[in-house]
């Protein structure tokens, strides 16, 4: 080891670097993370290659010694502070094209090898990271990872409700609480999870080794991504049916003389005809044919699931094994075809629509705004929940697709683009649906009220029967269920994808052993989501559906998204975080994001979970042709019970950290919320950064 250069000296010597931690005015060392910096020129700013094994380090080297945090180790720059005791020069360390050593779990520090020098307080990241030792996979290009999460977030909920809520509303005047709730909450957080996932590198659960304590979140959003997939896959089946059912030479949903048909059903022409609650061909062919609701008298008798039902699930559920089995390489191909052939059979349809007499009343009934109506405190909530759900924050599906991202991908952009299209998606969509809907309505003789619906009823109803009222309707109804599959195909795949992360990021060794470990981990997963959605295609399915989809990803994925937001902004640390975005980002975030992030969001988001439980009314499920089911006490309870299924996973999880953790319950409190890198500073007796005034004040 070489004698410390003179301040006179006009080079650094050669200096063996280990592990340290600051304990007073004590260094303790670790040998298992030891490497050389070669000789640096003392000259400002001078560019030189990294310490192998380290990642970059940007900052200051002393004469008398070198004190620096060790960056992300994938080439970030970390605040590195010179404590020498003499004079100080700047040293800029480019990132390292080499690996990080695996062998060290832990660099908190680097300081010169026996001298006695103060570590730095702040601590620093893990070297390797567990999620990017350089073994985990990446985009094939950039534009897959922007394809799938736009996949994720334009699904048919873009088609069935936006439309629906937004003549409901005000028509046009719905845009303006829409836009608002957009900016305050949904792109803010939205972006906190592109954030969170690209820089550590580390799906929704791994994740939170930013603080241990909160790390039930990521088990809530991984359980609610799971719950989905039960109900929204069998949903992509009916498509499927429909689809396979539009293969013949004329559409079945066209006429009365099939065998599910009844008494009362009437031509959709002649609705005004003297039959008491007549019902239209395309009505019963749903409820009747495809779910078989005449044959279930409700929850207490589901019945079988229908073998034809079974089939299209099992198809819907293939192909989601194959779009994932290699991971994203496998995905991000299949969303090229995905997330793109949804706008070109929109834009087809549109045209052809637009064509139809009565298309312009359907479009100005939708876009007339209604400004009495934003006086209704509903028409707010309504709001915030649909584009909430829209964007798809707290499903842990953009953790999971981000953490896939190289360091440097320009994440802000992708979140901005994915919103506008998203939001032009759901209005475009809104177009489309209108015009059928005049023109329905101008055929029918009925007010366009009477017509519109939202949800299936909307997708599998109205709008083929609308179709089928026009020439080559075969052709046109094959692309519209086209459409709709891959519409829903790509979100199916982003939430099952979070799951997989999740389980790949916490037993990634154990996968690893085996050679076709992903493969076999997609194939239990997807297996078990169709288990568990089978009896969601009994003759009483609907009813299934209904409840998982109002439970489910209702109250307690709000509660999620509250809880992470609260736990990045102030437990994490909005400081830190903003350090994080800059290092992946190039640029600190405005003081719009910081405002966001730390108080409108939570505000926002905590005021519509409040709402979804003080507002909540006992499910009812209206038939068009079996009249309204109103769900027994105890449906509503289960239902309840699924919501609370994965809530409590937040505070079990919590109180689970805190017993792990050993010493007083400060020391443990201390552990607990504060990141993995900083912990072995905590136990020795270091400063906790989480106690102080300045973190919970910082802006």
């Known amino acids: ?196 996932g690209q820089f550590h590198r580390q799906g929704a659960v791994a994740v939170w080794k930013i603080a241990p304590l909160f790390k039930g979140i990521g088990v809530c959003q991984c359980l609610i991504a799971f719950y989905v997939a039960f109900y929204y896959n069998v949903i992509i089946a009916w498509s499927l049916y429909y689809l396979a059912s539009s293969v013949a030479y004329r559409l079945p949903w066209t006429s009365c003389n099939n065998t599910w048909n009844t008494g009362r059903c009437v031509d959709g022409s002649m609705l005004n005809s003297t039959v008491e609650n007549s019902t239209t061909p395309a009505e019963e062919f749903f409820e009747r044919r495809v779910l078989g609701l005449h044959e279930s008298d409700g929850l207490n008798d589901i019945g079988l699931p229908r073998p034809y039902l079974v089939l299209c699930l099992l198809g819907v559920f293939i192909m989601i094994y194959f779009s994932l089995w290699k ?60 584009i909430f759900y829209s964007v798809g924050a707290g499903f842990g599906v953009h953790i999971a697709f981000a953490s896939y991202n190289k360091i440097n991908s320009n994440c802000y952009r992708d979140c901005l683009v994915t919103v506008c299209v998203n939001s032009f998606t759901s209005l475009f969509s809104g177009f489309v649906i209108f015009s059928y809907l005049g023109y329905m309505s101008v055929r029918q003789g009925r007010e366009i009220s009477k017509v519109a619906a939202e949800g299936p009823g909307l997708v599998f109803v109205v709008y083929p029967e609308a179709i089928a009222t026009l020439p080559g309707s075969v052709g046109w109804s094959i692309l519209f269920f086209v459409m709709l599959i891959t519409l829903g195909i790509d979100s199916a795949m982003g939430g099952l994808e979070a799951v997989l992360t999740g389980l790949s990021d916490e037993w990634k060794s154990t996968i690893k052993r085996f050679r076709y470990g992903r493969e076999a981990v997609t194939a239990v997963v997807v297996f078990a989501a169709f288990l568990f959605a089978l009896p969601n295609v009994t003759n009483g399915g609907m009813y299934l559906v209904t409840m998982w989809d109002n439970f489910a ?133 270091g400063r906790v950064k989480r106690f102080q005034r300045g973190h919970w004040l910082a802006l």
């Open 1 to 196: 080891m070489p004698s410390s250069p003179s301040s006179s000296s006009n080079s650094l010597s050669t200096y063996d670097f280990v592990i340290a931690v600051r304990d007073n005015n004590h260094v303790h060392q670790s040998p298992s993370f030891v490497t050389t910096l070669e000789p640096l020129q003392k000259t400002s700013n001078q560019s030189l290659n990294s310490v192998p094994g380290v990642g970059g380090i940007d900052g200051v080297a002393g004469i008398d010694g070198v004190v620096g945090s060790v960056g992300h180790g994938r080439g970030n720059q970390g605040r590195v502070q010179g404590s020498g005791g003499g004079s100080s020069e700047e040293y800029r360390l480019l990132p390292s094209t080499e690996k990080a050593d695996p062998s060290s779990s832990t660099v908190t520090t680097l300081v010169a090898k026996g001298k006695d020098l103060e570590a730095v307080a702040d601590g620093v990241r893990d070297a390797t990271g567990d999620g990017d030792d350089g073994t985990r996979e990446t985009w094939n290009k950039k534009i897959d990872f922007l394809l799938s999460i736009i996949g994720f977030a334009v699904d048919l909920a873009n088609v069935w409700r936006f439309p629906y809520l937004c003549y409901k509303n005000g028509g046009g005047a719905f845009l303006i609480p829409y836009f608002i709730m957009l900016i305050c909450g949904a792109v803010p957080l939205f972006l906190m999870e592109l954030i969170l």
């Open 553 to 685: 990803a209702g109250t307690a994925i709000l509660f999620g998204v509250f809880s992470q937001c609260v736990a990045v902004s102030w437990f994490y640390g909005l400081e830190q975080f903003c350090k994080d975005a800059q290092q992946i980002l190039g640029f600190r975030p405005n003081l719009y994001w910081r405002l966001t992030w730390k108080f409108i969001s939570p505000f926002f988001i905590l005021v519509i979970v409040i709402s979804s439980i003080t507002n909540f009314t006992p499910l009812v499920f209206e038939s068009y042709t079996m009249g309204k089911y109103a769900y027994p006490v105890w449906a509503n309870v289960v239902g309840w019970l699924i919501a609370a299924s994965s809530m409590s996973f937040i505070p079990i999880v919590a109180i689970y950290q805190l017993s792990k953790f050993k010493g007083t319950l400060r020391r443990r409190f201390a552990l607990a919320i504060s990141p993995q890198w900083e912990h072995r500073s905590i136990v020795e007796g």
């Open 327 to 386: 991971g994203v390489r496998s995905s991000g191909k299949v969303v090229w075809v995905t997330a793109t052939m949804p706008y070109v059979v929109l834009s087809i349809l549109l045209v052809r629509g637009l064509l139809l007499p009565g298309a312009s009343t359907g479009i100005m009934y939708y876009i007339t705004p209604r400004l009495d109506r934003l006086g209704d405190q509903q028409v707010w909530i309504d709001a915030a929940v649909q």
